[in-house]
Every structure is written in structure tokens, then in C-alpha cells.
């Protein structure tokens, strides 16, 4: 889910590659005519999301092309004017509008990309991996429901009914995932376009199952298997998308930072101007262009109890004035050290105080995710309240303000009222979430000097 909302050129590239891949499906068309044609697109769709969006593609588009050829749907010339076609349209449209943005005329970013990464192998700077990484690795996370690949995929290649449609599906995009392997630098997102074809095949299994069930008990069996496994994935993929969202720290002290500068703004300041830093790990756990345009103040979260200090304005009347943020992302070591650097600051988002020049109070910090550990019965909780016995009135009571808690955006306390319910009902057995501090929210201090504060810097 994160990863869809990113402006990533796989994911714009993705959406296209599924409508071309959905195209390559067999049987769907009334006549081969229509088949050429449907052939034909996809194939030029594939061409020209290669050239604008990732060269890449083209090791996806070289197996879907020789599986066409050798099966004689289409002949070698309509392949050619098909490709033609789709590389003049995707060479107009990435040269025409990437010239106008960087405003260097003419220019071809995935051809740049290309020659960096394959040209001149820079692309191991970013990290290698095992040559078999997205097969033992990659491939079973993005598939995640385990049947697919132990039963329903090798059920379509042993079944003669099912095995040549199968296969026809699987063999290119298998074999694009081979042919990526030999590329150090690995990612997930990479190998991303084969995901929808994998589970068109396991979808045929799981329909050959479902629709014998009621034919003999091994069918019937597998079939509430195949239930199960779903609601079994369903769970395990939600309580990972709640744990992802505590990885990014960044962005949730942005937000945080957007709701308690209004607050701490002078009433005389016109136009009202806020000058943030924010440190490596803030930047790289979720703070994108987006969130540093502030939410309306109806969507901020609330800054109750939040910072060190009187606020010098009303919630109602700092959330309704127009502010002006200015942000800095240096990370030149030299700047860092100078105090003179830090004096034109207001805000500071850092992970080490240690770091941060000058006299500033700490008005919150935020935890992220730090790992999972099962907490057996008798183990402390670290929150109080006896758990075990059923005494824990404070955490029964803790339950009915989980949603509160949501709307704060407190998750550690979101966390810690489950625990405490959920252990009740396992009898102390538990998974629990650790977190820890990552992001410090801080603010100057404008105190007058030699006044002792909790939190100075």
C-alpha cells in the first residue's frame, strides 16, 4: 500500500504492464483477427512503457515476444511494426515532456538510467544480493498465501487441462525474473509486473478446486483450505501493514510538528514564517514534497499536552492563520557544525539531540518499530496492572479509549491498551510490538538564558 502511493516509475509502469499482460491472456478473443490486434497492442503498450517509464521492460518483453513468434500468432514483420510503433510513440511523449521539466533539450531519461546502471554497472552502489534473491525471497513475500505456490500453481502445470494456459502465462514472466537475476542491485520492486500473471494461474488452480468440492473429500478438504489460507493471509497482511506504519517516523513528526508550531508562533509575527531542519533518518522515513504542504487544520492532529512551555496562542487562532514553512535537508557535515548554521532555525527534527547546536527543548518524540518478541505468561509488561489475573482495571479501562488513541495518532498507546486486553484472553501469551525512540521533535528555547527547563539542549 505504501508503495502505491508512491511516484515511482515501477509503479506508473505497473498499472500499464497489467492492461498489456491482460492482453497476452489466451481465449478471450471471438477471432484471430481480433487476437492479432489484441497481440499487436500489447506488445507496443509494452515498448512504450519500457522507454518512458523503465528500460527494464524490455527483459519482460523479450520472453512475451519469442513465446508469440514461436507459437506463430503473429509473423515477424507485424512483431517489428508493432514495436516501431511503441518505441516512436514512448520516444515523443519521455523526450517531449522530460525536456520541458529539466529543461534540457533532447533528453531521455531511462536511456541515461540505462546506460548508469547497465552501461557502466553502477548500480551494485545501491547494494547487491544472491542471484537467486526473488526467487527464495522476493517472489514468496509478494505472494505471500503460501497454497499459492504449493498448491494451486503446480496444480495448473500437472493437470493437462489446465497445464498449457498455465504455462503460456508463466514461462515469459519466469523467465523475465531469471533473466533480472543477473542483476546485482536487487529489489522486490523490480520484479513487481509478474505478481498479477502469478496469481491469474493460482486463480485457475484455486477455480479447479472450488468448483469440485462437493465431488469428493479431498477437494472439499482443499477447498476450505484455500478459505482458510485467505483469512489467514487477510490477518497476517493487516497486522504487517499497522506494524510497516511505525517505520516511518519521519512523516508522522512532520505531522506532528505542522499541529504544535501554530502554537508556539508570536502573535505579532507577520507573515508568520517557520524555518524547519530535518535530519537523514527524518527524510527517510516518510517525509515526502506532499506532507510539507500542512494539512487543513481540521486534518491535523491535535497537539494536547504535546510541548514544553506555554503556547503563546489559542488552538483556534493559531490553526486559523496562514504559515509559511521554510525547510532545510543539509546533511554537509561542515554545516552541521556551525552554531551560526543552526540560529535560523525555529524547529528540529533529529534523531541525536547530541547533534542539534544551540538551546532547544524537546516538545516530543517519536517511537518507531523496533522489533517483535513473544512475552510469555508471568513475563512483566512493563505498563503495570496485574495481567494474568484479570486485575488489570486500568488496562480494561485503557480499551475503551483506543479509538481516541487513534485519532491522536498514539500508537505506542494503541499498542500497549491491546497487550493488555489480549493477554487477558491468552492467559499472558502475547506478541508484543517494541518500539523506540527515533525523531525528536525540538524546539528553540526562548527563554531567557540560565533558566533551567526539563529538555534543554
Given amino acids: 500500500m505504501y508503495y502505491a502511493s508512491r511516484t515511482l516509475p515501477n509503479l506508473f509502469a505497473f498499472g500499464l504492464v497489467t492492461i498489456a499482460l491482460a492482453k497476452l491472456l489466451p481465449g478471450k478473443q471471438s477471432s484471430s483477427r481480433a487476437r492479432s490486434n489484441e497481440l499487436r497492442t500489447s506488445l507496443s503498450l509494452l515498448t ?60 531521455w531519461p531511462e536511456l541515461s538510467g540505462f546506460s548508469y546502471n547497465i552501461l557502466h554497472s553502477q548500480s551494485s552502489n545501491w547494494g547487491t544480493s544472491a542471484w537467486h534473491f526473488y526467487f527464495t525471497s522476493a517472489l514468496p513475500r509478494l505472494l505471500f498465501n503460501p497454497l499459492i505456490t504449493i498448491l494451486c500453481i503446480p496444480l495448473c502445470l500437472a493437470h493437462p487441462a489446465l497445464r498449457r494456459p498455465a504455462a503460456s502465462i508463466l514461462i515469459p514472466n519466469i523467465a523475465f525474473v531469471a533473466l533480472y537475476s543477473l542483476q546485482p542491485h536487487k529489489e522486490w520492486r523490480f520484479i513487481i509486473y509478474v505478481i498479477p500473471p502469478l496469481f491469474t494461474v493460482a486463480a485457475m488452480g484455486a477455480n479447479w478446486i472450488w468448483t469440485r468440492r462437493s465431488k469428493t473429500l479431498i477437494y472439499r478438504l482443499l477447498s476450505l483450505a484455500l478459505l ?36 508556539h508562533l508570536s502573535p505579532d509575527t507577520q507573515p508568520p514564517i517557520v524555518h524547519v531542519h530535518m535530519d537523514t533518518l527524518s527524510c527517510m522515513t516518510g517525509i515526502t514534497r506532499f506532507l510539507q504542504i500542512p494539512p487543513p487544520s481540521p486534518l491535523l492532529p491535535p497537539a494536547v499536552g504535546a510541548a514544553t512551555g506555554k503556547p503563546t496562542l489559542s488552538t483556534a487562532e493559531a490553526t486559523s492563520r496562514e504559515i509559511f514553512y521554510v525547510y532545510d535537508k543539509s ?101 508484543r510490538v517494541a518500539m523506540e525512540p527515533k525523531i525528536r521533535i525540538m524546539r528553540r528555547e526562548k527563554q531567557i538564558v540560565g533558566q533551567v527547563m526539563g529538555g534543554d539542549w
Fill in 48 to 107: 512504450a512503457t519500457g522507454i518512458i517509464f523503465r528500460s527494464e521492460l524490455a527483459l519482460l518483453l523479450i520472453p512475451h515476444t519469442l513465446l508469440i513468434l514461436l507459437g506463430r500468432q503473429l509473423s515477424l514483420r507485424s512483431i517489428i511494426n508493432s514495436g516501431l510503433c511503441g518505441a516512436l510513440i514512448g520516444i515523443l511523449i519521455t523526450v517531449s515532456v522530460d525536456s520541458l521539466f529539466w529543461r534540457r533539450f533532447p533528453l
Fill in 228 to 263: 482458510a489460507s485467505v483469512l489467514v493471509s487477510f490477518t497476517a497482511s493487516a497486522f504487517m501493514l499497522a506494524i510497516s506504519r511505525l517505520n516511518y517516523p519521519g512523516a508522522e513528526a512532520l505531522n506532528r510538528l505542522h499541529a504544535l508550531a501554530p502554537l
Fill in 331 to 431: 546533511e554537509n557535515e561542515t554545516l552541521l557544525l556551525d552554531p551560526l548554521f543552526w540560529e535560523r532555525f525555529d524547529w528540529v527534527l533529529a534523531e541525536s539531540v547530541e547533534r542539534v547546536i544551540g538551546r532547544w527543548v524537546i516538545a516530543e518524540t517519536i517511537d518507531a518499530y523496533a522489533g517483535v518478541k513473544i512475552v510469555r505468561p508471568g513475563e512483566g509488561s512493563g505498563m503495570g496492572g496485574d495481567i494474568e489475573s484479570g486485575k488489570d482495571e486500568e488496562g480494561t479501562r485503557a480499551m475503551g479509549k483506543v479509538v481516541q488513541m487513534l485519532k491522536k495518532g498514539d500508537w505506542k498507546g494503541v499498542l500497549e491498551a491491546l497487550e493488555r486486553y489480549g493477554r487477558l484472553a491468552t492467559g499472558g501469551w502475547w506478541v
